[in-house]
């Protein structure tokens, strides 16, 4: 694909269209082609470019730099405040992603992704209450977002969810049906409350891998606890058996 885009690019040389996907392929792919373009520091577009795709080589002293000079120079571009507010954030300072963040809490039109990093941000600093405003915004414009239904869980792992968060608890074992170490996680904070519905989820688990070793050492664990003997021994003999046999 990414030939097929600079060759396209090349053919139409005055498609600012197939020049800007060719631009966004290498982002992603190959970031450390786009700084070899000299003439991308001819426009803000470009220069915004090259600042992200530092961003992906974590080079974020260089791109801050990029885009602390566009934004003194366009404070009206309200794209600029976002990428700073990611830069900061992938560096690992996320009072300092805040308060870029901030500037969106809001706008009309927020970029896709903000409660979700803004939750985040809140949780660093300890400010429990607004990560989960925050992950209530993003799990409303996200449902399929996965990332934000595991820090759900995080959240549910430090104390009692308020109730606007509360509502999304059913969903959890849908929204995670593919990531099966977030749905252990679950299941390990609902199973003394739920059983049933920790039995069904470790069989889930274990359908579609039989040998799955925290799977079955959980569900015996949870028989044992119950009284379930016979099936609690029936799970640790598979734990036993497969270990046996590597």
């Known amino acids: 694909r990414g030939f097929y885009l600079e060759q396209r690019a090349k053919l139409y040389s005055d ?3 197939a020049r800007k996907e060719w631009l966004e392929f290498n982002l992603i792919e190959k970031p450390e082609l786009i700084l070899d373009i ?10 915004k470019i090259k600042a992200k795709a530092l961003r992906a080589l974590n080079r974020f002293d260089e791109s801050t730099e990029i885009l602390e000079k566009l934004y003194l120079e366009d404070s009206s571009d309200e794209s600029i405040p976002w990428e700073l507010g990611l830069n900061w954030f992938n560096a690992g300072r996320h009072s300092k992603a805040l ?10 039109l927020p970029p896709q992704g903000f409660g979700y990093y803004l939750a985040i941000c809140y949780l660093r600093i300890n400010n429990y209450s607004q990560a989960c405003t925050s992950l209530t915004y993003t799990l409303e414009e996200r449902p399929f977002h996965e990332p934000s239904w595991v820090l759900l869980l995080d959240l549910m792992e430090r104390q009692k969810l308020p109730q606007s968060l509360q509502e999304y608890l059913g969903d959890i074992p849908a929204a ?8 252990l996680r679950y299941i ?5 409350s739920d059983i049933s519905l ?22 015996a664990r949870m028989y ?9 021994y029936h799970h640790f003999h598979k734990i036993r058996k497969e270990l046996s046999e590597e």
């Open 15 to 17: 498609s600012e269209i």
């Open 38 to 47: 000299s003439e991308l520091d001819n426009t803000n577009y470009g220069r």
């Open 99 to 108: 308060k870029y963040f901030q500037f969106y809490e809001h706008h009309h």
């Open 176 to 183: 995670l049906s593919e990531n099966t170490e977030a749905l």
């Open 188 to 192: 390990h904070l609902i199973q003394d």
């Open 198 to 219: 920790a039995e069904d989820l470790y069989q889930s688990i274990l359908s579609k891998d039989n040998t799955h070793y925290h799977a079955n050492l959980g569900l």
């Open 224 to 232: 044992l606890k119950i009284g379930k003997t016979s099936s609690s």
